[in-house]
């Protein structure tokens, strides 16, 4: 089984940058895809990014597409999850994700996923 711990959270003010980092012990990632999940107050779990094992397809929520960055770095076990131009409505509890079973392509469905990590909180500050 693996291990996923997320860092990287804060407080940003809206129009700036942050990066998420995930950390994957126990188990190679290498051979999944992975995606990051983001949940806000009141609302549902939603997909964000999600990329393939040898990061060659990413997958983006139309909301987040040309603003966030998935990447993957199978030699140290990471997953990255660089963000731009926060808004105020990407206030949430971010997660970090490894999909189940032999399906190496990125995924928006989270059963597709097995694996969590335990959240970071990311606020942007109008």
């Known amino acids: 089984q693996v291990q996923l711990v997320e860092s990287g959270g804060g407080l940003v003010q809206a129009g700036g940058t942050l990066s998420l980092s995930c950390a994957a012990s126990?188990?190679?990632?290498?051979?999944?895809?992975m995606g990051w999940f983001r949940q806000a107050p009141g609302k549902q779990r939603e997909f964000v990014a999600s990329?393939?094992?040898?990061?060659?397809?990413?997958d983006y929520a139309d909301s987040v597409k040309g603003r966030f960055t998935i990447s993957k770095d199978n030699a140290k076990n990471m997953v990255y999850l660089q963000m731009t131009e926060l808004k105020p409505e990407d206030t949430a509890v971010y997660y970090c994700?490894?999909?189940?079973?032999?399906?190496?392509?990125?995924?928006?469905?989270?059963?597709?996923?097995?694996?969590w990590g335990h959240g970071t909180q990311i606020t942007v500050s109008s």
């Open positions: 994700a490894r999909r189940a079973g032999t399906y190496r392509v990125p995924s928006r469905t989270m059963l597709d996923f097995d694996s």
């Open positions: 126990g188990r190679s990632i290498g051979a999944y895809a």
């Open positions: 990329i393939g094992c040898n990061s060659v397809t990413t």
